[in-house]
T-cell receptor, first 111, second 114 residues
């Protein structure tokens, strides 16, 4: 079945440093979605990428979807303590209704 | 902004008991999902529901699980005979009619099986 891998599992940065998490799917995706989950919270939708090679920005966050639509990345510039949480990618497929979540990257930001 | 709601927020039950987790999806959404997340692990898909029937389910969703949309608003997940390993956060999600529509997650129900 489809698998979505995400690295790193955990990253600890100093406030102001950049952060990147990478997502790889075993199969071609129709779209990829990114979610943020705060400790004790539920996944909150951040963004969806649909097109091959697509790049989207949300303030300090930059999302990329690979040309082959099998990988994606999320980059945060100049992290802040409010960025703390676990970032999940989730792959969507036209053949399936459900999302396949990656294992998540837990981000800790040291003030 | 419309949101998915779930009740209860926390359910504690004895092993072997039946539990029903309730969700109210966003009103004009057509697809409904249950996911679970064991503490510290990733979100895992359980089942999707469309047009009053299950459209897809994972290997986790065995005969102990069932889903229902008993009226126009509620969407429930029933676990017939809970096991210790069913302890997890259960999230309901819903989305609109297009494949690329976003899935919106509810706040979750924390199920603790003793």
């Amino acid at each position: 079945g489809q698998q979505v891998m995400q690295i790193p599992q955990y990253q600890h940065v100093q406030e102001g440093e950049d952060f990147t998490t990478y997502c790889n799917s075993s199969t071609t995706l129709s779209n990829i979605q990114w979610y943020k989950q705060r400790p004790g919270g539920h996944p909150v939708f951040l963004i969806q990428l649909v097109k091959s090679g697509e790049v989207k920005k949300q303030k300090r966050l930059t999302f990329q979807f690979g040309e082959a639509k099998k990988n994606s990345s999320l980059h945060i510039t100049a992290t802040q303590t409010t960025d703390v949480g676990t970032y999940f990618c989730a792959g969507g497929n036209t053949g399936r209704r459900a999302l396949t979540f990656g294992s998540g990257t837990r981000l800790q930001v040291q003030p | 902004e419309p949101e998915v709601t779930q009740t209860p927020s926390h359910q504690v039950t004895q092993m072997g008991q039946e539990v029903i987790l309730r969700c109210v999806p966003i009103s004009n959404h057509l697809y409904f999902y249950w996911y679970r997340q064991i503490l510290g692990q990733k979100v895992e898909f359980l089942v999707s529901f469309y047009n009053n029937e299950i459209s897809e389910k994972s290997e986790i969703f065995d005969d102990q699980f069932s889903v229902e949309r008993p009226d126009g608003s509620n969407f429930t997940l029933k676990i017939r005979s809970t096991k210790l390993e069913d302890s997890a956060m259960y999230f309901c999600a819903s989305r609109g009619g297009r494949v690329t529509d976003t899935q919106y997650f509810g706040p979750g129900t924390r199920l603790t099986v003793l």
